[in-house]
């Protein structure tokens, strides 16, 4: 299942690789050493959760069923229109962002506000419906780096010790 | 929109009544003057908030597109038979349940496993996908309830001053 | 017990209307009309809530308990540096800042980030623990800002009907 | 650290043991083979988290403040009564409960309701606070429930592929 996320992300126009930038940007300051490589073997981790690849799922499907107009009214409006009172979005991506902790969740806040790389295009592509595919590339990044922090920590300790 | 939610949920079997004898027996034995109908009025309460009417929409649509084959394999399957580990039917129930706090959350997570009243109907209907809606109910009813924990506990302070 | 808790904070150096200043900050760019005085009564309603109080006196206990040695190790120290890992501070704030819904979790995260106003100030504080204070005051301005967006909403959908 | 936290435990007289016990009901009903070793084992897995560490720490040092009546008015009569409407204790075991997903969640609402094993006797334990305790214990059992229901998964995807 971990590929046809992969997958179905790609098709959506997001990379791994483009994820792995933002968790760069997020982590990086903390982490003189840090790499892009690092980075994108953390966004591969976060991939293997079930609860990720279920998030996944959900968010792109109701991306698509609004994008070919297969929803009802009002939710089809509302979710086109990424509505700024719709939260479900961002619920679904903070179960992500979650998955290691409080940091995932803070960064992810910080994300959602202002919305650097790949996540600012999609947040204004024309013609398409990204309201959940958006936050789920914010959720995976913030989760990636939040595992780097925790790694990070762990190293340190041992040199300690 | 909250006329509009009631009537999507009767339109599935639920009535109001119905969720409002899940928070009756959720509250009674903390609350001994408390009726049937004062579950109602809580029931409509929660019926207010945008939140709640936002999550019955999102998850209503995945039950019917599940239903009507109208989704994509895995998630499809997932769905429809309400895969043990799949948990985006309570992540998103669980915006509900929290509300009014962490007693709606814990009232929920009681609901889930004992499944009383109609959340255990739903739960084991033939032929229909009721996958987001049981929990949705339980969402409700425990929110219901914990809007009355609150209520009783600010009249016995207004009693002691 | 509202009045307490706000001479609580004051004690610790934090203005109501030092708190107002964070959230005129958050809401202002979407919501043209809004003035400092609107923050200040929303911040207001936030300190009406029992679980926004209950908070406040738990986390500036901590603070207060580690500041004057009377913790044990290792959690005095985790609490007096304000270890990075230490998350415990942010959950606890994260439940103020959910009570009026996903906005509000998502500014914490950014001002959790950001550190504008009294919480930059509070954050590097020097002889004092403030580790439980800062991400108070964060999730207080954050839940303040919400509540106005909320409110904004339902002024623009009661003009259009 | 872990072996702290274990004896910490262990001091206010919860053994592993009685954990894996409760963690045992909850999983046993939906895994024939489970055996009480196992849920040893995943007790001990939960107890290598950071963040359940932390809250261990957090949660006891707060029950030990209010027994040693270190707490200033109102908190300690709040924790050393556990005041229905204080949902602290609650919020803060559901970051443990919530480490391997909702599943632990919804089987924290459950235990706090019903009150089984060792946690029964925390509840009603005279002249002691164990506030924090009770709440941070059926945290733990669900955490470890929510794992093995997990791992169970995963086996029996490997045996189908």
Redesign the interface.
């Known amino acids: ?1 971990k590929e ?1 996320v992969i997958n179905l992300l790609k098709q959506r126009g997001v990379k791994l690789r483009s994820i792995a930038e933002i968790a760069y940007d997020l982590q990086s300051p ?1 982490n003189p050493g840090l790499t892009l490589e690092d980075c994108i073997i953390s966004v591969e981790q976060v991939f293997e959760k ?2 990720v690849q ?2 996944i ?2 968010g792109l ?2 991306d698509k ?1 609004a994008e070919e107009d ?3 009214e ?2 089809a409006t ?1 979710i086109k229109t990424d509505e ?5 979005d ?3 991506a ?2 992500i962002a ?1 998955i290691y ?3 995932g ?6 994300l ?3 919305k650097t790389g790949i996540i600012e295009e999609l947040d204004s592509s024309e013609g398409r419906v990204d309201t959940f595919l958006d936050d789920i590339v914010a959720g995976i990044a913030s989760a990636a780096s939040a595992r780097l ?2 790694q990070l ?1 762990k190293e340190e300790q041992a040199e300690i010790s």
Chains 1, 2, 3, 4 share one sequence.
């Open positions: 299942m046809l903390y079930r609860e279920h998030t799922l959900t499907a109701l069923m297969n929803l009802e009002p939710l509302i700024p009172l719709y939260g479900i961002e619920s679904l903070m179960t979650n902790g409080t940091i969740v803070t960064s992810f806040g910080y959602d506000k202002k922090a925790h920590k």
